[in-house]
C-alpha cells in the first residue's frame, strides 16, 4: 500500500468485532461500497486501471461509495493526483464530486501541493475554494504566498477557505499576512486581521512586534487582531498604540483594548474620552462599557457633555453595562437630549440599570408630546416611546402598569409604529405580571384583528429586548395571539380572568384564552377546559385539547379520548397528541383505533401518542401503521416503534423487507434508535438496497449501534 503523507481525514472507521460483527459482514460491508470496483479485483489490476475504476466511483450517485472511493484514492496516492485533478476541474462535475475529489487530494497531501496551486488559478470559483480548502488541510509552507494572494479574490467563499487556510498553516504564514496588511484594499487587509486571528496565540508574538510597523494600515490591523485574540500580553502595546499619531490606529486599539477587558487599561482609556478625534473617544467609551469597571462611571457622566452624538450614544450604552446606580439621575436627565438617538440608548440604559427612580421620569417619557410625532415612515420617536416601555417592563414597577395600559390604545400615522407600540405595551405588561392589566389585555384581544407587521427596525441597532422578546424583521403576531401570550407570561395571577373569559361571545378570543390556560398550567383549568372540548368552534376545541396536553392532568384523558371522534380533524390531531403528552395507558385502544383515521395528521400524531406511551400493546398496529401511504404516517410509525424500544425490533427487522423504500429506510432509523445487536446483520444486508436513501440509513444506524457496542 503507498505511503502518503496527511491519511487522518480519510482514516477508515473500525467495527469493533467482539461485541458481534463478524468477518464475514465486514467484507459485505466492504464489497458493497466498492461494488464499482468488483470487476478490478480477479485481474490484478494495474494501479491506472484501479484509479479509473475509482474516479468512477467518486461520480456515483451514491454519497458512501463516493466517500469510500476518495478513501481509497487517498491510499493510491500520488498516481491519483492527476485523475483527482481532472475531476476538480471537470466543470461538470457535481459540486459535491469536486468537494470529493478535493478531500482526497488533501489527504494525499504533499505531492499534490503544486497541482493545488495551480488550481487557485483556476476560472471556475468553485475549484478555486476547494484548492484552498485542501491546501489549508495539508498545511504547507509553500501555499502561504498563493494563498494570501487570493484574499482579493472577487468570490466571497474563496477568500473564506482562504482565511481558513492560513489560520490553519499558523505562525508560518504571519510574517506574509503581515506584509499584505500594507494592501491599499481595506477589504483585503479585514481578511488579513481574520486570518491572523484564526492563527491566534502562536502569532501574538510577531503581531506585537509588527504593532511597531512605519506602516499605518500593518498596525491597524494587527491592533484588530489582537483584540480578536484577547491574549493579555498585548495589553500593555495596545495602551501605547492609543496614542499613535494615525486615528484608526488610536481607534482600533480603544476597541481591542474592551475586547480583551483587562482592568489594567481602565485609566488609559478613560483619558481616551478626552482625545481630540471623536471616533477614539467613541470607542474608549465602548471598550469602558465592555470592561465594566466602576471606575469609568463618572468619566462617563461627563462624556454625556461631548458635542458628538456617538460619544454621548456609546457612554449611556456604556452606563447601562456598568449598572452603576450613580449613573441613574444623570441618565434621567439625559432622556430630555436634543438627539433621539442618545434618548434611545439612555431608556435603554435605565432599563439595564433597574433602579426605580426612573419609573415616573419614563412614565414621563410617555407622556411627552415630543414621543408623538406623526410621520409617513417608522420614525425613531417611536422607538424611544417603545425603549421606555421595555425599561419599565424590565424594572417591573407597578406605578407603570397605568401608563401602559393607556399605550393598548397608542395611535400613530404609520401603521408599523402604532403596531410596534402597541405591542410593547402588551409583552411590557406580561412582564409585570400585575393583576390590573388582566381585564385591559382580555379587551385588547378583541382589538382590531389586523397583523401586526415589523419591518424596517434601522434607527436602532441595540435590541429593544423585553425579557427573550425581540422586535423581529417581517414578525406576524395579531393582537389577540399577543394578548393570549402576555397573559400566559403573567401566569397565576391571570387564571381567573382568562376562566371567565373563556366564556367571551368571540370565539377567536376563546381559542387564544385556552392556549393561554394551557401555558399557564393550572390544574384550575382542567374541568373548564375539558368542558371546552364541547364549544361550539372547532377552533376554541383544538386549543382546548392541545392545552389540556400542556397541563397533563388525568381527569382529561377520557375526555381527550372521546375528542379523538370530534367532526373536526383538527380537534382530533390536538387530542391524540395530547394523550401522548399525558401518557396514560388507557388511551392506548382508543389511539389504537385513530391509526385508522381518515386524516393522516391525526393517524400520525396517534401514532406519535402511541410511542411516547410505550405499551407493547402497539406494536402490531404499528407496524401496520408503516405500510400507511402516507409518509408522515409510517415515519411517525417507525419512531414510535423506536420509543418502544428492543420489543419492536422483530417487525422493524422484517419492514426492512418491505416494497415500499419509505418503509424500508424508516425501519433502518428506528432500528438505529433502539441500537440493539439483532438489527446488525439485517441493516448490513440492507447496505446493498436498490435505493441509496435506504443505504444511507442503514449505514448511519449501523454507525449509532457500532457507538453503543463499544
Known amino acids: 500500500?503507498?505511503?502518503?503523507?496527511?491519511?487522518?481525514?480519510?482514516?477508515?472507521?473500525?467495527?469493533?468485532?467482539?461485541?458481534?460483527?463478524?468477518?464475514?459482514?465486514?467484507?459485505?460491508?466492504?464489497?458493497?461500497?466498492?461494488?464499482?470496483?468488483?470487476?478490478?479485483?480477479?485481474?490484478?489490476?494495474?494501479?491506472?486501471?484501479?484509479?479509473?475504476?475509482?474516479?468512477?466511483?467518486?461520480?456515483?450517485?451514491?454519497?458512501?461509495?463516493?466517500?469510500?472511493?476518495?478513501?481509497?484514492?487517498?491510499?493510491?496516492?500520488?498516481?491519483?493526483?492527476k485523475s483527482l485533478l481532472t475531476v476538480l476541474k471537470d466543470r461538470d462535475s457535481n459540486v459535491r464530486v469536486r468537494r470529493e475529489a478535493a478531500g482526497?487530494?488533501?489527504?494525499?497531501?504533499?505531492?499534490?501541493?503544486?497541482?493545488?496551486?495551480?488550481?487557485?488559478?483556476?476560472?471556475?470559483?468553485?475549484v478555486r475554494e476547494e484548492a484552498a480548502k485542501a491546501l489549508g488541510e495539508i498545511k504547507d509552507a509553500r501555499a502561504i504566498v498563493p494563498l494570501t494572494s487570493i484574499l482579493k479574490d472577487g468570490n466571497d467563499y474563496v477568500r473564506a477557505e482562504a482565511v481558513k487556510a492560513l489560520a490553519g498553516i499558523g505562525q508560518p504564514a504571519v510574517e506574509p499576512l503581515l506584509e499584505v496588511l500594507k494592501n491599499k484594499n481595506s477589504s483585503v487587509r479585514e481578511q488579513v486581521a481574520k486570518a491572523l486571528t484564526g492563527i491566534g496565540q502562536p502569532a501574538v508574538g510577531l503581531l506585537l512586534e509588527a504593532l511597531k510597523n512605519k506602516n499605518s494600515s500593518v498596525r491597524e490591523g494587527v491592533a484588530e487582531a489582537l483584540g480578536e485574540i484577547k491574549d493579555t500580553r498585548a495589553v500593555e502595546p495596545l495602551l501605547t498604540a492609543l496614542q499613535d499619531k494615525n486615528q484608526d490606529v488610536r481607534e482600533k486599539a480603544a476597541e481591542a483594548l474592551g475586547k480583551i477587558k483587562d482592568t489594567r487599561t481602565v485609566e488609559p482609556l478613560i483619558a481616551a474620552l478626552q482625545n481630540k478625534n471623536q471616533d477614539v473617544r467613541e470607542k474608549a467609551a465602548e471598550a469602558l462599557g465592555a470592561i465594566k469597571d466602576t471606575r469609568?462611571?463618572?468619566?462617563?457622566?461627563?462624556?454625556?457633555?461631548?458635542?458628538?452624538?456617538?460619544?454621548?450614544?456609546?457612554?449611556?450604552?456604556?452606563?447601562?453595562?456598568?449598572?452603576?446606580?450613580?449613573?441613574?439621575?444623570?441618565?434621567?436627565?439625559?432622556l430630555k437630549d436634543e438627539n433621539l438617538d442618545v434618548r434611545m440608548r439612555v431608556a435603554y440604559a435605565l432599563g439595564e440599570i433597574k433602579d426605580t427612580r426612573a419609573v415616573e421620569p419614563l412614565i414621563a417619557?410617555?407622556?411627552?408630546?415630543?414621543?408623538?410625532?406623526?410621520?409617513?415612515?417608522?420614525?425613531?420617536?417611536?422607538?424611544?416611546?417603545?425603549?421606555?416601555?421595555?425599561?419599565?417592563?424590565?424594572?417591573?414597577?407597578?406605578?407603570?402598569?397605568?401608563?401602559?395600559?393607556?399605550?393598548?390604545?397608542?395611535?400613530?400615522?404609520?401603521?408599523?409604529?402604532?403596531?410596534?407600540?402597541?405591542?410593547?405595551?402588551?409583552?411590557?405588561?406580561?412582564?409585570?405580571k400585575d393583576a390590573r392589566a388582566v381585564e385591559p389585555l382580555i379587551a385588547a384581544m378583541n382589538d382590531t384583528d389586523w397583523e401586526l407587521i415589523i419591518t424596517s427596525i434601522v434607527f436602532n441597532p441595540l435590541p429593544m429586548k423585553v425579557s427573550g422578546a425581540f422586535f423581529e424583521r417581517d414578525r406576524k403576531k395579531s393582537f389577540r395571539e399577543m394578548g393570549a401570550e402576555a397573559l400566559a407570561v403573567m401566569g397565576q395571577p391571570a387564571v381567573e380572568s382568562l376562566l371567565s373569559a373563556l366564556k367571551d361571545k368571540k370565539s377567536?378570543?376563546?381559542?387564544?384564552?385556552?392556549?393561554?390556560?394551557?401555558?399557564?398550567?393550572?390544574?384550575?383549568?382542567?374541568?373548564?377546559?375539558?368542558?371546552?372540548?364541547?364549544?361550539?368552534?372547532?377552533?376554541?376545541?383544538?386549543?382546548?385539547?392541545?392545552?389540556?396536553?400542556?397541563?397533563?392532568?388525568?381527569?382529561?384523558?377520557?375526555?381527550?379520548?372521546?375528542?379523538?371522534?370530534?367532526?373536526?380533524?383538527?380537534?382530533?390531531?390536538?387530542?391524540?397528541?395530547?394523550?401522548?403528552?399525558?401518557?396514560?395507558?388507557?388511551?392506548?385502544?382508543?389511539?389504537?383505533?385513530?391509526?385508522k383515521d381518515e386524516n393522516p395528521d391525526v393517524r400520525g400524531n396517534a401514532a406519535y401518542a402511541l410511542g411516547e406511551i410505550k405499551d407493547a400493546h402497539a406494536i402490531k398496529p404499528l407496524f401496520a401503521a408503516l405500510q400507511d401511504e402516507n409518509p408522515d404516517v409510517h415515519r411517525k410509525a417507525a419512531g414510535a416503534l423506536a420509543g418502544i424500544g428492543q420489543p419492536a425490533v422483530e417487525p422493524l427487522v422484517e419492514a426492512l423487507h418491505d416494497k415500499n423504500t419509505d418503509i424500508r429506510g424508516n425501519a433502518a432509523e428506528a432500528l438505529g434508535e433502539i441500537k440493539d445487536a439483532r438489527a446488525v446483520e439485517p441493516l448490513i444486508a440492507a447496505l446493498q438496497d436498490e435505493n441509496q436513501n435506504v443505504r444511507k440509513k442503514a449505514a448511519y444506524a449501523l454507525e449509532k449501534i457500532k457507538d453503543a457496542l463499544k
Open 104 to 126: 482526497a487530494l488533501a489527504g494525499i497531501g504533499q505531492s499534490a501541493v503544486d497541482p493545488l496551486l495551480a488550481a487557485l488559478k483556476n476560472q471556475n470559483p468553485g
Open 1 to 81: 500500500m503507498p505511503a502518503h503523507d496527511n491519511p487522518g481525514r480519510y482514516k477508515m472507521s473500525s467495527w469493533n468485532v467482539k461485541k458481534g460483527i463478524g468477518f464475514s459482514t465486514l467484507v459485505l460491508f466492504f464489497l458493497f461500497f466498492f461494488s464499482p470496483l468488483i470487476p478490478c479485483i480477479h485481474g490484478q489490476p494495474s494501479k491506472d486501471t484501479r484509479v479509473d475504476s475509482l474516479i468512477a466511483a467518486l461520480k456515483d450517485m451514491n454519497p458512501y461509495i463516493r466517500e469510500e472511493a476518495a478513501k481509497a484514492l487517498v491510499e493510491v496516492g500520488q498516481p491519483a493526483v
Open 296 to 334: 469609568a462611571v463618572e468619566p462617563l457622566l461627563a462624556a454625556f457633555q461631548d458635542k458628538n452624538q456617538d460619544v454621548r450614544e456609546k457612554a449611556a450604552e456604556a452606563l447601562g453595562a456598568i449598572k452603576d446606580t450613580r449613573a441613574v439621575e444623570p441618565l434621567i436627565a439625559a
Open 508 to 595: 377567536s378570543n376563546r381559542g387564544e384564552v385556552a392556549y393561554a390556560l394551557g401555558k399557564i398550567k393550572d390544574t384550575r383549568a382542567v374541568e373548564p377546559l375539558i368542558a371546552a372540548l364541547q364549544d361550539e368552534s372547532h377552533d376554541v376545541r383544538k386549543n382546548a385539547a392541545g392545552a389540556l396536553g400542556e397541563i397533563k392532568d388525568a381527569r382529561a384523558v377520557e375526555p381527550l379520548i372521546a375528542a379523538l371522534k370530534d367532526e373536526n380533524p383538527d380537534v382530533r390531531d390536538n387530542a391524540a397528541y395530547a394523550l401522548g403528552e399525558i401518557k396514560d395507558a388507557r388511551a392506548v385502544e382508543p389511539l389504537i383505533a385513530a391509526l
Open 365 to 432: 417619557a410617555l407622556k411627552d408630546h415630543k414621543y408623538h410625532v406623526g410621520m409617513a415612515f417608522l420614525d425613531k420617536n417611536s422607538y424611544v416611546y417603545v425603549n421606555a416601555m421595555s425599561a419599565l417592563a424590565k424594572i417591573k414597577d407597578a406605578r407603570a402598569v397605568e401608563p401602559l395600559i393607556a399605550a393598548l390604545n397608542y395611535n400613530h400615522v404609520n401603521a408599523d409604529c402604532q403596531a410596534m407600540v402597541r405591542q410593547c405595551a402588551i409583552i411590557a405588561l406580561g412582564e409585570i
